[in-house]
C-alpha cells in the first residue's frame, strides 16, 4: 500500500481559536475559523523557516558576522504569518527593529535577509541598514525602525495615504509593550479617529520592555483598551488562527469605520536584543513554560497531526529541508561584498541636492 502523502488539500476545516477573543466597544468575532489542510501545512513551514533563521542570527551574531544591534523574533511568529494570511500585499505593514520575520512573511528571501544582517551589498537594504532597517517596498512592508514608537505615526500617514486614494486597504502598524506609553502613539491614534483613517495598531505584547516587565512600566498593562474612544481586540498572539481571524476583522472594520488597536499576547524567547541574555528579569522556568504550554509551531504541529495530514516523520523532514535551506542561504549571502565606499552617501539626500559636498567628503 502506498504511503499517504502531505496533505495539499484545500477542502475548508473549522478549527476553534485556543481562547476566546477580549474585546473594547466592538463585538469580538467568531472564535471559529475557517482554514485548510494546504494553510495548515504553509503555517507550519512558514514559521519554522522563521524560527531556523532566527536561531542562525544569533549564531552569526555570536560569530561576529552580525555587528551593532539585532533584535530576534522567535516565539512571536504567529504574529507575522497570521497577519499575513489575513490580508493582501496591497496592505501596508510598518514595524519597530525586531523586524527579520515581518519580511520574511512579505515575501522576502533568505539570502537578501541573511546579506542584510551581515550588512552585504545582496541585502534588502543594501547593507547599510543592518538588522533593524529591512524593507520590501514592492509589497508594501516600510521598515524596520529604530526609534521607538516612531513607526505609529508613519504608519498612521500610511493609512491616510490609503484613505486619500481611496483604496479600501489598510495598514498595521506594530509596536512592542514598551512603546505603548509613547505620546506620539496616542497624538497618532487621535488624528486616525478623527479622520477615520484605517490604521490598526498592533501592540506585540511580549510582556517585558526591554529587562522591564509590563506591569513595572504601565499602570494599566491592558493595552487593547489603551485608544479609549478607539475601539480593540485582545488576541492570543501565540496561535496563528486567532491572529489570521483578528487581522481580517480588524482589516474589514478599520477600513469601513477607522482605527482599531489589536493587543497580541505572545513571548519572545530571546533577550531583547542579543546583548540580552534574557534571564536577569524573568526565570527559566518561565521561558520554558511557554515553550511546553504556547509554542506557535507546536500548536500548528498537534493540529496537523490530529487531522492526519501529516505524520511526525514528515514534519520532522520538512524541518531538515528548512534547515538546509537556511544554511544553503547564510552560504551565499556570505559570498557578497559589502557595500562600496561610493554608496556611504546614497539614499541619504534627494538627487541633485547636496551629492556635490558629499563626493567632496568621499574624495577627501
Request: aromatic share 8%.
Amino acid at each position: 500500500m502506498a504511503a499517504r502523502s502531505i496533505s495539499d488539500s484545500t477542502a475548508a476545516l473549522t478549527i476553534e481559536t485556543s481562547v476566546p477573543f477580549t474585546s473594547h466597544l466592538v463585538d469580538p468575532p467568531s472564535r471559529d475559523v475557517t482554514t485548510t489542510p494546504a494553510e495548515l501545512m504553509t503555517f507550519f513551514r512558514d514559521m519554522s523557516l522563521m524560527r531556523r533563521m532566527e536561531i542562525a542570527a544569533d549564531s552569526l551574531y555570536k560569530a561576529k558576522l552580525i555587528r551593532g544591534f539585532c533584535h530576534l523574533y522567535d516565539g512571536q511568529e504567529a504574529v507575522a504569518v497570521g497577519m499575513e494570511a489575513a490580508i493582501t500585499r496591497n496592505d501596508s505593514i510598518i514595524t519597530a527593529y525586531r523586524d527579520h520575520c515581518t519580511y520574511l512573511a512579505r515575501g522576502g528571501d533568505l539570502i537578501s535577509a541573511f546579506s542584510e544582517l551581515m550588512g552585504r551589498e545582496a541585502g534588502c537594504s543594501r547593507g547599510k541598514g543592518g538588522s533593524m532597517h529591512f524593507y520590501k517596498k514592492d509589497a508594501n512592508f516600510y521598515g524596520g525602525h529604530g526609534i521607538v514608537g516612531a513607526q505609529v505615526p508613519l504608519g498612521c500617514g500610511l493609512a491616510f495615504a490609503q484613505k486619500y486614494k481611496k483604496e479600501d486597504t489598510a495598514t498595521f502598524a506594530l509596536y512592542g509593550d514598551g512603546a505603548a506609553n509613547q505620546g506620539q502613539l496616542f497624538e497618532a491614534l487621535n488624528i486616525s479617529a478623527l479622520w477615520k483613517l484605517p490604521a490598526i495598531l498592533v501592540c506585540e505584547n511580549n510582556h517585558y520592555g526591554m529587562g522591564t516587565a509590563e506591569w513595572r512600566a504601565a499602570k494599566s498593562p491592558a493595552y487593547y483598551k489603551r485608544g479609549d474612544y478607539v475601539p480593540g481586540l485582545k488576541v492570543d498572539g501565540m496561535d496563528v488562527l486567532a491572529v489570521k481571524q483578528a487581522c481580517k476583522f480588524a482589516k474589514d472594520h478599520a477600513v469601513a469605520n477607522g482605527p482599531i488597536v489589536l493587543e497580541m499576547d505572545t513571548y519572545r524567547y530571546h533577550g531583547h536584543s542579543m546583548s540580552d541574555p534574557g534571564s536577569t528579569y524573568r526565570t527559566r522556568d518561565e521561558i520554558s513554560g511557554v515553550r511546553q504550554e504556547r509554542d506557535p509551531i507546536e500548536r500548528v504541529r498537534k493540529l496537523i497531526l490530529a487531522h492526519d495530514l501529516a505524520t511526525p516523520a514528515e514534519l520532522k523532514d520538512i524541518e531538515k529541508e528548512i534547515r538546509k535551506r537556511v544554511d544553503d542561504a547564510i552560504a551565499k549571502a556570505k559570498e557578497s561584498s559589502m557595500p562600496d565606499t561610493s554608496e556611504l552617501f546614497t539614499n541619504v539626500y534627494k538627487k541633485g541636492f547636496g551629492v556635490e559636498v558629499s563626493c567632496q567628503i568621499c574624495s577627501n
